[in-house]
Each structure stands twice: as C-alpha cells, then as structure tokens.
C-alpha cells in the first residue's frame, strides 16, 4: 500500500523558515521523480517543485523560485522542501508524490504552513 506521510508544517512569520519532509513506502521509491505539490484555501492544488530520480535535476514553480529547494534521501525514501523568505500567499496545505507528468499515486493528509504575522 503506497503511503506518503508529509510533516514539519506549523506557523511562521514571514520571512522565516521551514523545511518539510515526506517519507515515502509502499512502492519503488528511487524509480520515480519526486514532486511538492501545495493547495491554499479556495483554490486548486498546484505543483511547487519537481526533482529527478537522481536529485541532479530540480524544477520550480516561478512563485518559489530562488525561495524553495527539494531535495531528497533515496536511502531513506524521503523528499525535503526547504522552505525559506516565506511570505503569506506560501499559506496551503503541502504535499508530496511520485511524478510522472502527472501526481501517480493516491494523496497523503499533507502538512499545513501558515505564514502569518
């Protein structure tokens, strides 16, 4: 059964830090490309950043760009967002999934940011 079980999300001010983590099981971890993907109230669930099967490669979104770095640990089955210079409009609801252009598996509970003074 594929799990994915996000975490490290809480409330910080703007302009702080977070760094969120996903653990992974349940299917070949080091065979997919990794993906955040963020949903804020009322709106759609969207992509944040992208990283390859080796981690060599990474892609984001221009909201988060030069803000943000995922990384991964394929020892581990764990993908990382480092989350930095976090402004209110980063408020959602975070998760993570294996990517094949398209999020491959079934949702997590994700983890919540709030940036908020």
């Known amino acids: 059964q594929v799990q994915f079980v996000e975490s490290g999300g809480g409330l910080v001010q703007p302009g702080g830090s977070l760094r969120l983590s996903c653990a992974a099981s349940g299917f070949t971890f080091n065979r997919y490309r990794m993906s955040w993907y963020r949903q804020a109230p009322g709106k759609e669930r969207e992509l944040v950043a992208t990283?390859?099967?080796?981690?060599?490669?990474?892609n984001y979104a221009d909201s988060v760009k030069g803000r943000f770095t995922i990384s991964r640990n394929n020892a581990r089955d764990t993908v990382y967002l480092q989350m930095n210079s976090l402004k209110p409009e980063d408020t959602a609801v975070y998760y993570c999934?294996?990517?094949?252009?398209?999020?491959?598996?079934?949702w997590g509970q994700g983890t919540l940011v709030t940036v908020s003074s």
């Open positions: 990283i390859s099967i080796t981690g060599i490669s990474t």
């Open positions: 999934n294996a990517d094949d252009g398209y999020p491959v598996h079934a």
